[in-house]
């Protein structure tokens, strides 16, 4: 397999998770122009918390990459209307994600409902999420980027485990490749997977729409809050970057670390300056 | 699909890792006997404690079946040597089932060795592992039966992670469906795949040695040591029993709870009427 050189410090990416608590969107935004950090991904809370408006300029006059909002997604629901105002604040957040000029809007589908054992069902809900918003993302130019989470968020956070179901999803939506609907790839969610490179490779150019990067602590313990530092974990992520590579992707890598108890309490300058070191030494 | 009808509690098995700290094997024999429990499937700490000799005398006393000795495998290591001792092992963890006459020993496959990122290696290793003793096993007429665990547990317990990559195993070193190899389904570690069902039917009669029960709880508190009972959790038990039997499967069920602040804390005798209680309704 080729291997690329070393990654360019001008894809690098901050996910906002990873300053989460310390960081509002302003200061994030600050933070990255201030790092020489070239993107940035926020979520909707902090989004909502300044003002989408407002966060639009300050990444513009920043010459910020937005790589992709998080999150849009979570379309199971136990009933009819639970469904409608999910998909409804879907569309909203295409809206957001077009004022931000985002990359792509991130997908974390959702899991089952509560008290109901139909995973299969919830399946088809985000099947029949997703087929609702298409159409606005589409008209908005935002494409669409379906997360599949690690299996041990099924039940809860997201139905769509791998790499490959996320894949099937993106085939029987949008058969031609518009380029409207492809995936985000995770390397804390499909590190695993035996069958990553194959997937990545299928998934190729159109459908490779964004890139996190974090790492898997051993041991881990916390199923949530207790991401690594690249390098600090057991994920191969030059092998994984390199598949990336290999099928065509060419964007950023965002950082995307919920630690509890580590990142999350150091100064989030010092983070980013990690981030920096590690994206360059590890990933 | 068919649903059969009630689980047939004469195929109930208690895996000691159920009551784990509190029975030791000769306790839990005659506990299962006690209630009532056809089966059972001890860890070889248990059985190192009580005597392999003593331990099958008491089983047959009892009339019981032994449905799975837990656990072989953990083959990946850093040297040869060490690989080599892990071999060694697994031959003495046969011995140990033939004096039990167990219906085959489970292969806990182990991940990778520490400080190791070769997840890919750590497979190889694995496959060596399993060619190393599958002619011993053989000779034994023990089944080994690989299980493939949660991805959570691909770093440092199991890097066969799915029933898919289990079954290719299977397929690569005993093309003509022996018996002498097969796959313990454990509903806790794959619930979750897209391709159960296919898999479990893929995996057929020959290949179905073992089926361990639990539930996924929401939320999980602990990666290890948070399984649920029966019909506590989000898993659809009834369906993935009625694919087994789709499939050809007649075993045992097998309870193995992992639960240090639930069911490891409670009097054995209340777990095994619960277990029994739960398997009649819920599984």
Same sequence: chains 1, 2.
Avoid at 21 to 28: I, N, P, Q, S
Avoid at 48 to 76: E, N, Q
Avoid at 256 to 281: G, H, Q, T
Wanted: contains cysteine.
């Amino acid at each position: 397999m080729k291997r690329p050189s070393l990654a360019d410090p001008k894809r690098l990416s901050l996910n906002t998770a990873t300053t989460r608590g310390r960081w509002g969107l302003a200061e994030a935004i600050e933070g990255c122009a201030r790092h020489g950090i070239a993107g940035i991904a926020p979520w909707r809370d902090l989004l909502a918390d300044m003002g989408v408006d407002k966060a639009a300029r300050a990444i513009r006059a920043h010459g910020l990459t937005v790589t992709g909002l998080c999150r849009g997604g979570m379309f199971p629901a136990a009933s009819a209307r639970a469904r409608k105002l999910a998909i409804e604040d879907n569309l909203r957040a295409i809206d957001d994600a077009r004022t931000l000029d985002a990359q792509c809007l991130v997908l974390v589908v959702g899991g089952m409902p509560e008290g109901s054992r139909d995973l299969e069902g919830a399946r088809e809900q985000v099947l029949d999420g997703i087929v609702a918003i298409l159409p606005h993302a589409k008209a908005a130019h935002i494409p669409l980027a379906i997360e599949p989470l690690h299996p041990m968020y099924a039940a809860d956070r997201a139905c769509v485990n791998t790499l490959s179901q996320a894949l099937d999803l993106c085939d029987s939506l949008d058969r031609r490749q518009t380029g409207a609907l492809g995936v985000a790839v995770d390397v804390y969610h499909v590190w695993w997977d035996p069958d990553l490179e194959a997937q990545i490779e299928r998934a190729g150019r159109k459908r490779l729409l964004a890139y996190h990067i974090c790492d898997w602590l051993v041991p881990t313990k916390d199923l949530l809050m207790d991401r690594g530092m690249m390098g600090d974990g057991v994920i191969d992520l030059k092998r994984i970057r390199g598949s990336m590579v290999e099928a065509g992707y060419s964007g950023f890598h965002e950082v995307e670390i919920f630690s509890k108890e580590n990142w999350w309490k150091r100064d989030p300058d010092d983070v980013l300056r990690m981030c920096k070191a590690r994206y360059r030494a590890a990933s």
